[in-house]
Each structure stands twice: as C-alpha cells, then as structure tokens.
C-alpha cells in the first residue's frame, strides 16, 4: 500500500529537516508495505527551504516560481504522486512520532483518517487537532471576538469540540489538514482541495464538508500522533494580510455552504468585527499600517453583502 506525504512549504526552512527527518525515522520502524513517500511542494520560498529538502534523499520536490496557495500545490502534490494508494497531507512544522500503519487501516475501510496533533510540550491540541463543522454562529463568534473573551461558551465548546476525548477513537466531523490522510479514489472523486481558496485557510474544512457529504466516514485515530509546532506557514505572512486572507476565505466557505441571509449576517460580522481590530490593531502598532488591511477586509465584507456572488471569484484581493 503505498504513501505519499504530501508536505506544502512556504518559508520553511526552519522546520522542514525535522519534518523529513521523523518520516525516515517512521519508515525505518514500518513494514515495507507501508513506506511513506515524501513530496514537498514549495511555493516561491526565498529562504533555505529548496536547498534543504534536496539534501534529503528518496525527497521528490517540486519547486514553484510563484505561490500558488496551499490548495493548488497539494493538488500539484497528489497529482505527481499518481502511484499513491492514500495521499497524507502533513504541515512542514509537523513531525511524525508513530507508525502509520493504524491510520492506513482506517482510512482504506472509511475513506479519510486523522492522527493526533500534540503540541511541543507533548499534549494534545485540543480546538485545534479535531473540529467539528462551523456554523453561521460559530464563525459570527470567531468574527466579534466573543469566543477569545468567553472560550467556554456552548457555541465555541460545540465548534472545537472540547467535548470530545481527543484520547479515543471515533468518526469526527473536521480534523486539521495539517495530518490528514485520503485515499486516492476519494480525494479524485472530491476533485482535491478546492484552489478558490487562497492562498491559505478553509480549503481543509471545505474539503472534509464534501467528504461528508459524499457518504464517507472520517476517523480520528489518536494511536497515530504527530508533533506539531502550530502557525508556521502562516506566521510568514503579516499579521494584517492573515485576518484579510482568512475572513476573505471565511466569506467564500459560508458562501458556498450557508443560507443568503445566514451569508449576509455574516458579512455585517466580517466588518463589525474589524472595527475593534482596527482600534486594537493601531494601539498595539502605534502607527497607521493596521489601517490598511482593517479598511480592505470592511470593504470587501460590505462588497460581498451587496453582491454575494464576488465570494465566489477565484482571485482573492490583493493585500
């Protein structure tokens, strides 16, 4: 049964030796049956990253000249991974402590599995590892604030599911795309990862909201776990552009998933919600640049509730 890793990296040179360093390490404790194949795609890296990953050997690569977003390479990942019975998608800060041979199991019998994420001081990451699908309240919370001013409320307990016991099996509604496996047949049937969202966030939630709704099952297996340093990719980009990337592919999920005036409500949270960040954002700065990004992610939240369909473009707007 063969594997390919597929491993996305964007400035990555800091992690990515570990990350190919725990799969030779896992692969040398499995059977020869259950060999991972690593296939770092890289997008438009300017740091070390490139020249590292080709230190490593039986590492394919393939090195973009542009970035193309997280969705786009791992289905540049998959494709050139043809041979691949089960395609795993792993973060480049997420290092493997066990063999995947448990995880390979279940995702043959149900279609999807996903391991356990813990953090560097060895728990688990819970809200983050598993989730279940968000809501229209769900994200209005995310979007005002109120689940970081009040984190146990039901809403937010419901969503990140804290009532779960991350340390037993079971079906699960969303796992995190940084250790998810999908076998071939499923991921060509859901046609991959959907690039409209770009170039980062939902593209994992919208994938295993079609996964779902297709008939199949995704099993958390926490017997398979992944060390995992949370934030890396994203912590590249400007701490502005990521609240205009996320609340632009926050607005293309609910777009595409929830009821016109459920989609509307929650453009009225994407610009309620900027204004806080806004005030916050110029105090903590103590300059004018938060201005930008807060007055873009206003604009285009007021945009899509006059005209819902602009959610739809592929093309995000520029930071």
């Given at each position: 049964?063969?594997?390919?890793?597929?491993?996305?990296?964007?400035?990555?040179?800091?992690?990515?030796?570990?990350?190919?360093?725990?799969?030779?390490?896992?692969?040398?404790?499995?059977?020869?049956?259950?060999?991972?194949?690593?296939?770092?795609?890289?997008?438009?890296?300017?740091d070390g990253t490139?020249?590292?990953?080709?230190?490593?050997?039986?590492?394919?690569?393939?090195?973009?000249?542009?970035?193309?977003?997280?969705?786009?390479?791992?289905?540049?990942?998959?494709?050139?991974?043809?041979?691949?019975?089960?395609?795993?998608?792993?973060?480049?800060?997420?290092?493997?402590?066990?063999?995947?041979?448990?995880?390979?199991?279940?995702?043959?019998q149900h279609g999807?599995?996903?391991?356990?994420?813990?953090?560097?001081?060895?728990?688990?990451?819970?809200?983050?590892?598993?989730?279940?699908?968000?809501?229209?309240?769900?994200?209005?919370?995310?979007?005002?604030?109120?689940?970081?001013?009040?984190?146990?409320?039901?809403?937010?307990?419901?969503?990140?599911?804290?009532?779960?016991?991350?340390?037993?099996?079971?079906?699960?509604?969303?796992?995190?795309?940084?250790?998810?496996?999908?076998?071939?047949?499923?991921?060509?049937?859901?046609?991959?990862?959907?690039?409209?969202?770009?170039?980062?966030?939902?593209?994992?939630?919208?994938?295993?909201?079609?996964?779902?709704?297709?008939?199949?099952?995704?099993?958390?297996?926490?017997?398979?776990?992944?060390?995992?340093?949370?934030?890396?990719?994203?912590?590249?980009?400007?701490?502005?552009?990521?609240?205009?990337?996320?609340?632009?592919?926050?607005?293309?999920?609910?777009?595409?998933?929830?009821?016109?005036?459920?989609?509307?409500?929650?453009?009225?949270?994407?610009?309620?919600?900027?204004?806080?960040?806004?005030?916050?954002?110029?105090?903590?700065?103590?300059?004018?640049?938060?201005?930008?990004?807060?007055?873009?992610?206003?604009?285009?939240?007021?945009?899509?509730?006059?005209?819902?369909?602009l959610a739809e473009?592929?093309?995000?707007?520029?930071?």
């Amino acid at each position: 049964m063969a594997v390919a890793a597929v491993i996305v990296t964007y400035f990555s040179e800091e992690v990515i030796d570990a990350c190919l360093e725990a799969i030779s390490r896992v692969n040398i404790m499995s059977s020869a049956a259950s060999q991972i194949t690593p296939i770092v795609v890289d997008n438009a890296s300017t740091d070390g990253t490139v020249e590292r990953v080709r230190e490593h050997a039986g590492v394919r690569l393939i090195a973009n000249r542009q970035n193309l977003g997280f969705a786009a390479a791992a289905n540049q990942g998959s494709r050139a991974a043809e041979d691949a019975d089960l395609v795993l998608l792993l973060n480049p800060d997420a290092c493997l402590l066990d063999s995947v041979d448990p995880l390979m199991e279940a995702c043959q019998q149900h279609g999807l599995a996903a391991g356990k994420l813990v953090g560097t001081n060895g728990s688990v990451e819970a809200g983050f590892s598993v989730r279940r699908l968000p809501t229209p309240a769900a994200l209005l919370f995310e979007l005002l604030g109120i689940n970081r001013l009040w984190p146990s409320n039901p809403v937010n307990r419901r969503y990140r599911a804290l009532d779960l016991n991350l340390d037993q099996p079971g079906p699960v509604e969303q796992p995190a795309g940084a250790f998810l496996m999908v076998r071939r047949d499923v991921w060509e049937k859901l046609d991959g990862l959907d690039e409209r969202f770009y170039p980062v966030w939902f593209e994992d939630v919208d994938f295993c909201r079609r996964a779902l709704d297709a008939g199949y099952r995704i099993e958390y297996v926490p017997s398979v776990a992944a060390r995992h340093r949370g934030g890396h990719s994203v912590g590249q980009v400007g701490e502005g552009n990521r609240a205009l990337y996320w609340c632009v592919s926050l607005l293309k999920y609910s777009r595409k998933y929830f009821r016109p005036v459920a989609f509307r409500g929650i453009c009225l949270g994407v610009v309620a919600g900027s204004i806080p960040r806004m005030f916050l954002g110029l105090m903590a700065a103590r300059s004018l640049s938060p201005l930008n990004s807060c007055l873009k992610i206003m604009r285009y939240g007021g945009a899509c509730f006059l005209r819902p369909a602009l959610a739809e473009k592929t093309a995000t707007i520029n930071p």
